[in-house]
């Protein structure tokens, strides 16, 4: 490849959580060509001037299209926007033509923006990162973690994906984040149909694909103290 295009292939600011996942996952469905810049969390890389200058949020994913709209440069953050930008500029049905389906696929996005990751995050940090593990906290998030799958289920128990009978972005923003149930202290099989969603949408090869992006770099054993301010203490909220 001339190193010309290969400057022009899309950037994936990106580490392998499961927000960085989706967009992984749908890049590997669209087949669209594309360039990881991995950003270590546990090492503060997200606070690094080069990153802040593609989002002000210092979180992943952010993407960097270098044939944006116009044939400008153009970045985008936020998971579910990246998706959708994705998505409808490679003109795929994972982002549904039809009004109706289109706007069941954007509701489901929203339930995951705002409920499944946000809630599941919050579970594992309680139960799996925090110094001090607190009952409370880790009660009410088992419980709203529980609750999701119940309304999972329930949806996919009319339908086989998310947004009708086909797969879509709805189904990729949500996925990675039922994987690896264990850490959050859920058996899939109460959720019969979650479980069987799951294991269709695990089988994709473009799925396979996707999961598989930085795994080297997937977290093994213990947060450490430096990680944990990083992640969570004094070095995440400090002003930038």
Not at 154 to 161: D, H, M, P, Q, T
Request: proline residues 7%.
């Amino acid at each position: 490849m001339p190193a010309s295009e290969a400057r022009r292939k899309l950037q994936v600011w990106t580490w392998p959580t499961p927000n960085g996942h989706k967009v992984h996952i749908l890049l590997e469905e669209l087949g669209l060509p594309y360039e990881v810049v991995p950003v270590a969390i546990g090492k503060g890389e997200q606070f690094r001037a080069e990153f802040l200058a593609i989002t002000p949020n210092h979180r992943i994913p952010a993407i960097v299209d270098p044939d944006g709209p116009g044939g400008e440069r153009f970045s985008l953050f936020e998971s579910g926007a990246i998706l959708i930008y994705l998505a409808e500029k490679a003109g795929s049905d994972l982002w549904p033509k039809d009004p109706a389906t289109r706007y069941r696929c954007l509701q489901w996005v929203m339930f995951q923006m705002g409920g499944v990751g946000p809630m599941f995050g919050q579970y594992n940090h309680f139960a799996n990162y925090a110094a001090e593990k607190l009952p409370y906290a880790i009660e009410r998030y088992s419980n709203e973690v529980a609750r999701l799958h119940r309304v999972l289920d329930k949806r996919l128990g009319e339908s086989a994906y998310l947004a009708g009978t086909d797969y879509t972005i709805a189904d990729i923003a949500t996925f990675p984040w039922i994987r690896n149930p264990g850490r959050r202290n859920v058996d899939l099989d109460l959720y019969p149909n979650v479980r069987r969603w799951h294991d269709a949408i695990a089988a994709r090869p473009a799925v396979r694909r996707g999961v598989a992006v930085l795994a080297e770099h997937q977290r093994q054993g213990t947060m450490t103290d430096a990680e944990r301010d990083i992640m969570f203490g004094k070095t995440q909220f400090a002003a930038r």
